[in-house]
């Protein structure tokens, strides 16, 4: 009897270890089941956010090229409207623009002979991009979401999550710069416009002012609109009989009503060979490979620092030859560049495109010139050096055989901008100083 007892029990233990280790091998699989699972979730999870984060610094990107585009548009119209209309509809315009060249990569690109539109390009909304003119320089700021897909997220009930981006831009007043977006410095320094003794804007050569076109008549005087705060001297303030108290003609204007009265942005002018005066680069750095002649600066730019309150060398108004030579480097700038351009825009709001530079004032022939006191005509006109007490964009429309130069001035957004020193923003209560008088430069707010 014992030994049977032992034989069953035996035989009952080797049962129980067998389903015992049945067992194990059953809760192992589900724990590995269960373990896969959870890596599964976790590894789709961590690619999902990947993915998101992707998208969303991809969006944040685009979105701040667009903001940066329509904040660009605050500088170019000048209208009757004391509301701006055709401004903010710039600034939507080009923030739509700028934002569909910017892509989110969420879907494999179409066929790019199909015809089908790229579903990865930013579509913006117009109506998520606000402008607030409450204050001296407005701003914009776009407010917009986008639905992005998910790769893995619908194993959880979540196909897409939608990214939402806030971006704003402004303009910031510069004393200088390397340019515009579409052209350099040219080495020309042109007499700033001043005003008579009825405040009435006037410029060198300036058919209005009969046989004195010159600032050498009682109550004419010049006044930069640069010179506040430590500027407040010579030569940024000048006249040969007392100092008014309005800011150059050539500074920033939005209506058209004060064109030929406060300012002659935006007015048809010639300035004449005799007056301006030729700018030499050579002893500045070099920003080009070769060594390029004056006239060739003319023709393509210099693209370096200059900023107000430098002093700048200029060629004598007797060299004929260099006068000559800056007229054909114009003249060959203005041939390769001259297009059909839109009269409404440059009629109506006094700005320019065309259909080659559809962008407002984005044309080459709009070109950064150099501005000197005009004071310094009637007191030392040989004067080997000039110091720039002024700049702005000079839309080129001809410059003729004898070197006289036509077109006009447009609102100015210069780049490689230069801050201008903190400083020069008190001090000046007559009258009261607005940074948006100045040159401006386009800058993200963060």
Known sequence: MTIAFRKYESKSLVRRLRTGHRRQRGSIMLLTAVMLTGMIGLMALAIDLGFLFSSRNQFQNGIDSAVLAAASALRATIEADS???????????????????????????????????????????????????????????INTSLD?????????????????????????????????????WRPLLIPDTFYDQ??????????????????????????????????????????????????????????????????????DVIFLRDYYRIADFSGLPRTTFDVLSVGDLANFGYCGQIRVGDNVPVFAPNDFTTYDQVRTGLEALRLRSSDSV???????????????????????????????????????PSAGILRVTNFGLFFLDSVDANGNLSGFFVREIITGGTPIDSTNFSGDSDPTFKRSWLPMSVHLLR
């Open 342 to 380: 839109d009269t409404a825009a440059r009629v109506g709001y006094k700005y320019i495109k065309s259909s080659t530079y559809p962008n407002p004032n984005s044309h080459r022939l709009i070109i950064p010139v150099l501005l000197f006191n005009p004071v310094e005509l009637v007191r030392n």
């Open 198 to 267: 009825n405040n009435i804007v006037r410029y060198v050569g300036d058919p209005a002012r009969g046989g004195t076109p010159l600032p050498d008549q009682n109550g004419d005087y010049y006044r930069s609109r640069f010179a506040v705060g430590s500027r407040n001297l010579q030569p940024f303030m000048d006249s040969m009989s007392g100092i008014g108290n309005s800011a150059t003609g050539l500074r920033d204007i939005q209506l058209i009503t004060d064109i030929g009265v406060r300012s002659i942005m935006g007015q």
């Open 148 to 184: 992005t897909p998910l790769l893995f997220g619908g194993m959880f009930g979540f196909n897409s999550i939608n990214i939402n981006t806030i971006s704003s831009a402004s303009v910031f007043p510069v004393d200088g710069g390397t340019g515009t977006i579409g052209s350099c």
């Open 83 to 141: 509301g701006m209309p055709q401004q903010a509809t710039l600034a939507r315009e080009l923030a739509v623009q700028f934002a569909g060249y910017n892509q989110v990569r969420r879907y494999a690109d179409p066929d790019p002979n199909s015809g089908t539109p790229n579903a990865n390009n930013i579509v913006l909304d117009p109506g998520s991009v606000s402008i607030d003119a409450s204050s001296d320089i407005p701003r914009i700021t």
